[in-house]
């Protein structure tokens, strides 16, 4: 079955950075593009950034030249550098996949961001 495990998450200060990982299983990785969103306390889920299979990137406008999706085909993850951490990032970041109609989502893992 599809299983998307994230980690990296944590505690940072504002400035700092943290790198996410998301290793994926139960499907073809390479066939597929991969994002990772994020949700506040009290907000809605948004996307943060998006990864096609040929490497092409697309990002929400408060990450662009902070954060930076990238993906290992051979390893079967995808990683979330985040630069210049701000304490509105702070947020539960889940990994997704959309399969043909079926979105499918990690467990979620915490950045807190704050002094």
């Known amino acids: 079955q599809v299983q998307l495990v994230e980690s990296g998450g944590g505690l940072v200060q504002p400035g700092g950075s943290l790198r996410l990982s998301c290793a994926a299983s139960?499907?073809?990785?390479?066939?597929?593009?991969m994002s990772w969103y994020r949700q506040a306390p009290g907000k809605q889920r948004e996307l943060v950034a998006s990864?096609?299979?040929?490497?092409?990137?697309n990002y929400v406008d408060s990450a662009k030249g902070r954060f930076t999706i990238s993906r290992d085909n051979a390893k079967n993850t995808v990683y979330l550098q985040m630069n210049r951490l701000r304490p509105e990032d702070t947020a539960v970041y889940y990994c997704?996949?959309?399969?043909?109609?079926?979105?499918?989502w990690g467990q979620g893992t915490q950045v807190t961001v704050s002094s």
């Open positions: 997704n996949a959309q399969l043909s109609t079926t979105g499918y």
């Open positions: 139960g499907f073809i990785f390479s066939w597929y593009a």
């Open positions: 990864i096609t299979l040929d490497g092409r990137t």
